[in-house]
């Protein structure tokens, strides 16, 4: 007897830097969402779309929930708190070496009311031992009824697909939503904008990359190289000396660097240009964040 086809809709959520991003890419099988160890990477909803034969699950990543310090830290707490909506099964991550947090005890007890299974994934369990990850998942089940506890490692990916099997079965019979090829709806432009952000976050300072966003303003296909002129945006021109570096060596770097993974994901040549501007608190800005594609148009904060 042939097996039904399931299909539907998974929110990733959790606190910055537990590693929902790495989950991501690591279901996707490629970069979707960028990677760094400063929290809140993640500034939208990024589909990443995982087929087989008998399933297509649709995950959804969303920003780290975080207390927001300005109008941008608050887009991404709202995206992510929205992004539970609509959903068949949520994702709760949560990382293992990090102990039980404050708000990951909020959360643990609040979010058995919206009425959705929820499986709780304890992520980087290769760097703990198993006596300290023991009391941690009884501590966890004592807040809530979850579906599933699942340990496991998404940059090794250990654990991964024991944790698909288990999104399955909260899955209904249904139509296969995206072609089984498509890995994402994000569009190669707004990709291209995140690998390039993701390269300042591992380069530069604590704070300067918090404070930019990047704007892809030409990307012009060519039979054999995509040639791709893309604007930094910061908020200082003190970070703006540092995002440019001494004759121009940090931004070649980042440019060198960022160029390497866009190849990667158009399997072609790329020429990038890139250029810095200062936009003054653009964080604070509704019509910056909206223009910055971190907004829908018919959305308020």
Same mark, same amino acid.
């Given at each position: 007897m042939k097996n039904k086809f399931k299909s539907g809709f998974c929110a990733i959520i959790g606190m910055p830097n537990v590693g929902k991003s790495t989950l991501l890419n690591t279901i996707a099988g490629q970069k979707i969402a960028i990677i760094s160890d400063k929290p809140q990477t993640t500034r939208n909803k990024i589909l990443a779309i995982y087929s087989t034969p008998n399933e297509q699950i649709i995950f959804t990543d969303t920003p780290g929930i975080h207390n927001p310090h300005n109008k941008l830290g608050e887009y991404m707490v709202k995206t992510a708190k929205e992004s539970m909506r609509d959903t068949d099964v949520v994702l709760f991550v949560v990382d293992a070496t990090k102990g039980i947090r404050d708000m990951e005890r909020e959360i643990a007890e609040n979010i058995g009311k919206i009425g959705i299974p929820c499986i709780l994934i304890i992520n980087k369990v290769d760097l703990v031992k198993k006596e300290n990850l023991l009391p941690m998942i009884a501590d966890f089940s004592s807040m809530?009824?979850?579906d599933a506890i699942i340990p496991i490692s998404a940059k090794m990916n250990d654990g991964v697909d024991g944790l698909i099997d288990a999104i399955t079965e909260h899955l209904e019979e249904g139509p296969m939503f995206y072609? @089984?090829?498509?890995?994402?709806?994000?569009? /190669?432009?707004?990709?291209?904008?995140?690998?390039?952000?993701?390269?300042?976050?591992?380069?530069?300072?604590? @704070?300067?990359?918090?404070?930019?966003?990047? /704007?892809?303003t030409k990307m012009k296909e060519k039979p054999k190289i995509t040639e791709i002129n893309a604007t930094i945006c910061c908020e200082r021109k003190t970070h703006k000396g540092i995002i440019i570096g001494k004759n121009g060596e940090m931004l070649k770097k980042i440019g060198t660097m960022a160029r390497a993974d866009i190849e990667k994901m158009l399997d072609k040549k790329v020429y990038l240009e890139l250029w810095v501007k200062i936009k003054d608190d653009w964080r604070n800005s509704d019509f910056l964040i909206k223009n910055f594609g971190y907004k829908d148009d018919d959305e308020l904060i």
């Open positions: 809530n009824d979850f072609d @089984e090829d498509t890995v994402t709806d994000q569009p /190669e432009k707004a990709i291209a904008a995140e690998i390039i952000r993701e390269k300042m976050l591992w380069l530069l300072d604590k @704070e300067v990359p918090h404070g930019i966003a990047i /704007e892809i």
